[in-house]
């Protein structure tokens, strides 16, 4: 996986590092394999399988501002590109992580959900869910506070 973030901040360069160098950690994918995902007819290990390559084309981070100064909303992604809400900056390097996952390697590997207000079902998508495994997986190894 190749990222090219064109934003120069210490926690969202961490993030990046955190997620390049653990995305595709033999005793996460074991995780993964083990796992049964919404909206995808792909199993477990196939969803590992894919994740394991990673997206193939280059991913990029870009700043953006949303109009309304209190959204909540961390950013979106499109063709290969995560727009970084840049009035969303004070989240963890842990959290930061996690949401890196979810866009870059859940969608970049082309899974999806329900788009708008999640449910149960959508929160069980590759993005959701393996984004969720590979924030304790993080927590679990230590590698960040
Ligand atoms: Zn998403």
């Given at each position: 996986?190749?990222?090219i973030?064109?934003i120069?901040?210490?926690k969202?360069?961490?993030?990046?590092?955190?997620?390049?160098?653990?995305f595709n950690?033999?005793?996460f994918?074991?995780?993964?394999c083990?796992?049964?995902?919404?909206?995808t007819?792909?199993?477990?290990?196939?969803?590992?399988?894919?994740?394991?390559?990673?997206?193939?084309a280059?991913?990029?981070?870009?700043?953006?501002?949303?109009?309304?100064p209190?959204s909540?909303?961390?950013?979106?992604?499109?063709?290969?590109?995560y727009?970084?809400?840049?009035?969303?900056?004070d989240?963890?390097?842990?959290d930061r992580a996690e949401?890196?996952?979810?866009e870059?390697?859940?969608?970049g590997?082309?899974?999806?959900?329900?788009?708008g207000?999640q449910?149960a079902?959508?929160?069980?998508?590759?993005p959701?869910?393996?984004?969720?495994?590979?924030k304790?997986?993080?927590?679990?190894?230590g590698?960040?506070?």
């Amino acid at each position: 996986m190749k990222i090219i973030c064109t934003i120069k901040d210490k926690k969202i360069e961490d993030s990046c590092n955190v997620l390049l160098t653990h995305f595709n950690d033999q005793d996460f994918l074991n995780m993964v394999c083990l796992e049964k995902f919404s909206y995808t007819n792909d199993s477990g290990v196939e969803v590992a399988r894919r994740i394991k390559i990673g997206p193939i084309a280059i991913q990029k981070i870009v700043a953006y501002k949303t109009k309304w100064p209190w959204s909540s909303v961390l950013g979106y992604y499109e063709n290969n590109t995560y727009f970084l809400n840049t009035r969303k900056m004070d989240i963890s390097v842990l959290d930061r992580a996690e949401n890196l996952f979810h866009e870059l390697v859940g969608h970049g590997c082309g899974y999806t959900h329900k788009e708008g207000k999640q449910d149960a079902e959508s929160l069980n998508s590759v993005p959701y869910k393996s984004g969720e495994m590979f924030k304790s997986y993080i927590k679990s190894i230590g590698v960040l506070k």
